[in-house]
């Protein structure tokens, strides 16, 4: 199996994580051909079909655009890696903003020519996306289960629960509702076996929202604990700009 990995607008977190993997590394090598991985190997070219594209991060400048596309022509099955990919992530913390150029500027200074650039986005906002793992970063067992599952002819199987799922089944403390801390854990997908609250720190939402999860109810009850909605709608959007919260109040 041929596979190319590459990052666009991100921190390179997610690309890193998969090179962490070092005692699984060699079964990994083993199932696939990397082709195309500029993090790990200098002198990559992307002119070749590959069967799997894994991609890190937001599409934010023309040459992203361009890069993913020729990935997804090149590509039989596209993966998002990563909640950048998936959803925008950190680094579209920041799209309600109208003036790009106030931020260009903000980390550039008074450069002659600023960088082009346009609102961070997901890479299913441009071309069709056949897997997705999230996470920031994703979890090792979720990148084995990628692999595995391409290199077996599908996809890697989607998680639909929430990380109170996984808090209930450790037996942890519920932070929100006993400890009345701002957690998000029942609007965002498991995955990670609730890794933060386990240690009691509450779910910052970095995988991104549950499928249908009911964001409106967790707004309300947020709101009733006494948390005020912009501190609320600010925790929600920093890995996934964009959530339907439902009727002002």
């Not at 083993?30 to 069967?51: H, I, K, R, T, W």
């Not at 998002?80 to 959803?87: E, H, M, P, R």
């Not at 309600?96 to 106030?102: E, F, G, K, L, M």
């Not at 009911?214 to 909605?229: D, H, I, P, S």
Request: proline share 6%.
């Amino acid at each position: 199996m041929k596979v190319a990995i590459t990052g666009l607008t991100a921190c390179s977190g997610c690309q890193l994580t998969l090179l962490n993997c070092e005692d699984e590394l060699p079964e990994l090598l083993g199932l696939c051909e990397l082709v195309y991985f500029p993090l790990a190997e200098s002198g990559n070219v992307l002119d070749a079909q590959f069967d799997a594209a894994i991609v890190e991060g937001a599409v934010s400048t023309p040459k992203d655009l361009e890069l993913l596309f020729s990935l997804r022509n090149a590509a039989r099955v596209l993966v998002a890696y990563g909640t950048c990919a998936l959803f925008g992530g950190v680094a579209a913390m920041n799209n309600t903003i109208s003036c790009r150029r106030d931020l260009l500027q903000t980390v550039f200074g008074d450069a002659v020519q600023l960088p082009e650039s346009f609102a961070p986005a997901p890479l299913a906002n441009y071309v069709s996306v056949d897997a997705a793992v999230t996470g920031c970063p994703p979890e090792k067992q979720e990148i084995m289960e990628l692999v595995a599952a391409l290199a077996a002819g599908t996809l890697p199987p989607a998680r639909c629960y929430p990380v109170c799922t996984e808090c209930r089944s450790r037996e942890n403390l519920c932070l929100l509702l006993e400890k009345r801390e701002l957690c998000l854990g029942p609007v965002v997908q498991g995955g990670c076996n609730a890794r933060c609250p386990a240690t009691g720190i509450v779910c910052e939402g970095c995988r991104g929202p549950v499928r249908e999860a009911n964001v409106a109810q967790e707004l309300e009850l947020l709101l009733e604990r006494g948390f005020g909605r912009e501190e609320v709608e600010r925790r929600m959007s920093r890995f996934k700009p964009g959530w339907n919260y439902g009727q002002r109040r």
